[in-house]
């Protein structure tokens, strides 16, 4: 809990878990970050939990002494005949990314 922002990126959208102080968090900005906090939490005996919007109304996007796998940071959209969508990619985002896409063609 030292690092600066934790306690601002700890917390989940739903108020009603903010008591839940998770024992790290690993802010993942690549599906590279993600592998490597699952390894980590895996190596080390840590649980862990997912977090894409941190919006779980069962209190599942936090863990109480455990790390918090945040993908919050990987919210790209690329449409370049390919469609790509990163984990947190909103379905706003994805539809401004579609429609100037389809400007294109």
Sequence with gaps: AGSTGFDAFRLP???RYDSVVPQALARCAAPEDVVAAVNFARANQIRFTPRSGGHSYL?????AAGL???TGPMDSVR???DIAVSAKATDAKVAAQFIAYLKTL
């Design 68 to 70: 918090v796998i945040d």
């Design 79 to 81: 449409m370049d005949g």
């Design 13 to 15: 959208a739903n108020a």
């Design 59 to 63: 209190g599942a996007s936090t863990i």
